[in-house]
C-alpha cells in the first residue's frame, strides 16, 4: 500500500504516527493524517503550562480536542506528557516545595490528566527528559526535591490512573551511547521497585548530515538497532516518538536524497526489533516544524515539504517499513 501506516500494520506492527497541532483553516493536515497515520500525538496541549497553569486549575478544553478527534476517527493517541522539567510553570518549578508536597503536586496533576483519559490514551509519557548527555540525572525540580524515587513515583500513579501503556521518554538515546545506558538504569529502577513500565520512547531528534547543532551524520542502522535493543531486552516495547531528521537549510535534491535514506535506515532498525511496536514523526508538514526556529539555518526534518508535497523522505521511510 501506499500509506504509511497500513504498510507497517502489514509488517505485524502497530502504528505509525504524527505530532500535531490543531490550527485553524488548516485543510491540508487532517486529510494526510487520514491517508498515513493510525496514532497523533498532541504537540503541546497536554504539557503541565497548557493543562494546569496554576495550582489545582486545570484546563483541558485544547487536551480534549486531541483526545475527542482521536477517538472519532479511530486513531491511537500517544499522550505527552505527564512529568518533565520543561514547559513547567513556574509555580512548581519556583515554589520550593518540600518532598512531601511536591509528590502530592505530582499525584493531583497525574490524576486529573492521566486520569481523565484513563482509557483512552493508548501510551502516555510518564517521564520525560530526565537525563543529561553522559547518563547522570537531570538536576530538574523533580530530581532535586524528591531524587531518583520521583521516577518509580510518578510510573506508580499512571499505573493507578491510567490504562494507557506506559513509557519513559528521552532523545539523543539512538546512538547507544551512556544516555542510553541511562535509560536502561531508569528501566531496571522502575522495575526494581515493582512498578510498572511498558516502553522506552526514543524521540530521534537527528540529522542526516552534520550541522552544527547535531553530532553528525546519521547512526548505522546496526548502531540504532543496539540502542532499541539496550532497553528492549529488559522486557520493555520501544518505539520512535518524535522523528525528524534535518539538514543544513535549504534543501538540495542531493540532500533530499540523503535524507530519504536515513529515513529509511531509522524505519528498517525498527522493523528489525520485534518490540519496536511503533513510529512517530515530529509533524506532517516542513512548514510547522519546531527546527528552523530553535536551530537556525536547520530544518527540511520532516515527510511532506512546506506545500504538503511528499518528500524523498516520505518514499525512502516507506520503503524501510514494508517487510
Ligand atoms: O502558544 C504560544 C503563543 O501564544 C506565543 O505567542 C508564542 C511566543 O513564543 O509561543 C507559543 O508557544 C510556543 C509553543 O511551542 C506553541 O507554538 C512556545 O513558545 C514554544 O516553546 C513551543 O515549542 C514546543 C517545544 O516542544 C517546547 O519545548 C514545540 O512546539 C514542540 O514541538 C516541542 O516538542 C518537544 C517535545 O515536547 C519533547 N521533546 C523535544 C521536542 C522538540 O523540542
Known amino acids: 500500500p501506499t500509506s504509511l501506516y497500513k504498510a507497517f500494520r502489514e509488517s505485524g506492527r502497530s502504528?505509525?504516527?504524527?505530532?500535531?497541532?490543531?490550527?485553524?483553516?488548516?485543510?491540508?493536515?487532517?486529510?494526510?493524517?487520514?491517508?498515513?497515520?493510525?496514532?497523533?500525538?498532541?504537540?503541546?496541549?497536554?504539557?503541565?503550562?497548557?493543562?494546569?497553569?496554576?495550582?489545582?486549575?486545570?484546563?483541558?478544553?485544547?487536551?480534549?480536542?486531541?483526545?475527542?478527534?482521536?477517538?472519532?476517527?479511530?486513531?491511537?493517541?500517544?499522550?505527552?506528557?505527564?512529568?518533565w522539567h520543561s514547559q513547567l510553570p513556574a509555580w512548581v518549578t519556583d515554589g520550593k516545595f518540600d518532598n512531601h508536597t511536591l509528590i502530592s503536586i505530582m499525584e493531583n496533576h497525574i490524576k486529573n490528566l492521566a486520569g481523565r483519559y484513563r482509557k483512552d490514551c493508548t501510551q502516555w509519557d510518564v517521564v520525560n527528559e530526565a537525563l543529561n548527555e553522559d547518563g547522570t540525572y537531570r538536576e530538574s525540580v523533580w530530581y532535586t526535591t524528591i531524587g531518583e524515587a520521583y521516577l518509580p513515583i510518578a510510573f506508580k500513579l499512571a499505573a493507578k490512573y491510567s490504562k494507557a501503556k506506559l513509557f519513559y521518554n528521552d532523545y539523543n538515546i539512538e546512538s547507544n551511547n551512556a544516555k542510553t545506558a541511562g535509560a536502561a538504569r531508569i528501566v531496571k529502577l522502575i522495575k526494581s521497585y515493582g512498578v510498572r513500565i511498558d516502553g522506552v520512547g526514543y524521540q530521534a531528534h537527528l540529522a542526516s548530515e552534520t550541522t552544527p547543532t547535531s553530532g553528525g551524520p546519521l547512526p548505522s542502522q546496526k548502531v540504532l538497532e543496539a540502542a532499541l535493543h539496550a532497553t528492549a531486552d529488559l522486557g520493555v516495547d520501544v518505539a520512535y516518538t518524535e522523528i525528524d531528521i534535518r539538514m543544513n537549510t535549504p534543501a538540495t535534491p542531493a540532500k533530499l536524497a540523503v535524507q530519504a535514506e536515513a529515513y529509511k535506515t531509522v524505519a528498517k532498525s525498527c522493523l528489525a526489533v520485534k518490540r519496536c511496536i511503533g513510529m512517530t514523526v515530529w509533524g506532517i508538514s516542513d512548514k510547522y516544524s519546531w527546527i528552523p526556529g530553535v536551530f537556525a539555518g536547520e530544518g527540511a526534518a520532516l515527510l511532506f515539504d512546506e506545500d504538503y508535497n511528499k518528500k524523498p523522505a516520505y518514499y525512502g521511510f516507506l520503503a524501510g517499513l514494508k517487510k
Request: proline share 4%; with cysteine.
Open 15 to 83: 502504528y505509525i504516527g504524527t505530532a500535531w497541532t490543531m490550527r485553524a483553516n488548516e485543510t491540508a493536515e487532517p486529510k494526510i493524517i487520514k491517508q498515513d497515520f493510525n496514532s497523533i500525538t498532541p504537540e503541546n496541549a497536554q504539557k503541565w503550562e497548557s493543562t494546569e497553569p496554576s495550582r489545582n486549575n486545570f484546563t483541558f478544553e485544547d487536551s480534549d480536542r486531541y483526545v475527542e478527534y482521536a477517538k472519532k476517527h479511530s486513531l491511537q493517541i500517544r499522550c505527552h506528557n505527564l512529568v
